[in-house]
Nanobody, 121 residues
Framework: QLQAFGGGLVQAGGSLRLSCAAP????????VAWFRQTPGKGREFVAG????????DYTDSVKGRFTISRDNAKNTVYLRMNSLKPEDTAVYYCAARYLRLLLTSNSYDYWGQGTQVTVSS
């Protein structure tokens, strides 16, 4: 129900922008978050944005490097990732839930298919 795209291969220090789209769905009343997952591990909260688009939250390891934003008119949420590091390598998923932004993956009802981000050293 969500479409995540924009991943790819980038060198350390480079940038990528991920997009999460919700075709045909009014996104404005949904909090949206990005999670990431590496093999053998659970999904880690990366960044989230509340329904108004002003309040955001980030995991400590990406603060100052990643920026989440939303365009409700386009039903799209973006994750701008700068100064990428090899440890950012993962499959990135976007997720949405009604109203409240929460940090645990099992709180989310709607998920994108995941997009691979690989950062080479």
């Amino acid at each position: 129900q969500l479409q995540a795209f924009g991943g790819g291969l980038v060198q350390a220090g480079g940038s990528l922008r991920l997009s999460c789209a919700a075709p045909g769905r009014d996104f404005s009343n949904y909090a949206v978050a990005w999670f990431r997952q590496t093999p053998g591990k659970g999904r880690e909260f990366v960044a989230g944005i509340k329904i108004g688009g002003i309040s955001t939250d980030y995991t400590d390891s990406v603060k100052g490097r990643f920026t989440i934003s939303r365009d409700n008119a386009k039903n799209t949420v973006y994750l701008r990732m700068n100064s990428l590091k090899p440890e950012d390598t993962a499959v990135y998923y976007c997720a949405a839930r009604y109203l409240r932004l929460l940090l645990t993956s099992n709180s989310y009802d709607y998920w994108g298919q995941g997009t691979q981000v690989t950062v080479s050293s």
